[in-house]
C-alpha cells in the first residue's frame, strides 16, 4: 500500500514481442498480493507507456520481455519519463534477461530486473519497496 491505496503497477509489452504469458502470470502474482494491475497489452510504444503511466498515476511501470525489443525501446522509454518528470521506476522482467542484460539496462536507471526462475516472493517485495520508496503520488 501506498498511503491509503494499493500499488498501482502498470504492465506493458514494448514493440511486436507477443508473448503475454509471462505478463498475464505476474499480473495476477501482483493481484493476489493486492496490487492494482494496470495492464496494456501487447505492441506498446514509450510514448502509450508514459501515457498511460501519466493518465493512472501509477507507482511503477512493468515491462514484460520476452524477446529482444524492449532494449531498442528502453532509453526512448527513459528518456520519456525524465522528460515529462515522472518519477516512476521501471522494472523489467522476462525470459530473454541475461546477466549482462541486467547490469547493462541497471546502469540505464532501470529499478529491478527478474529473469527466469525469479522467486514470486521477491518479485512483490522489490516491486512493494520500489513503490513504497517513491511515497504516494
Known amino acids: 500500500m501506498t498511503g491509503d491505496r494499493p500499488i498501482r503497477i502498470l504492465l506493458a509489452i514494448l514493440g511486436l514481442d507477443q508473448h503475454e504469458a509471462g505478463a498475464f502470470a ?80 541497471q546502469r540505464k536507471g532501470v529499478g529491478a530486473t527478474f529473469g527466469p526462475g525469479s522467486d514470486s516472493a521477491e518479485i512483490v517485495e522489490e516491486i512493494r519497496r520500489l513503490a513504497e520508496g517513491r511515497g504516494a503520488p
Open 26 to 105: 505476474v499480473a495476477a502474482l501482483l493481484r493476489d498480493a493486492g496490487m492494482e494491475v494496470i495492464y496494456l497489452g501487447r505492441f506498446g510504444t514509450p510514448e502509450t507507456v508514459v501515457g498511460a503511466a501519466l493518465d493512472e498515476g501509477v507507482d511503477v511501470i512493468g515491462l514484460s520481455c520476452h524477446s529482444w525489443e524492449y532494449l531498442y525501446y528502453l532509453d526512448e522509454l527513459m528518456d520519456l519519463l525524465k522528460q515529462r518528470g515522472l518519477d516512476v521506476p521501471v522494472v523489467v522482467g522476462g525470459s530473454v534477461l541475461s546477466g549482462e542484460d541486467r547490469t547493462a539496462i
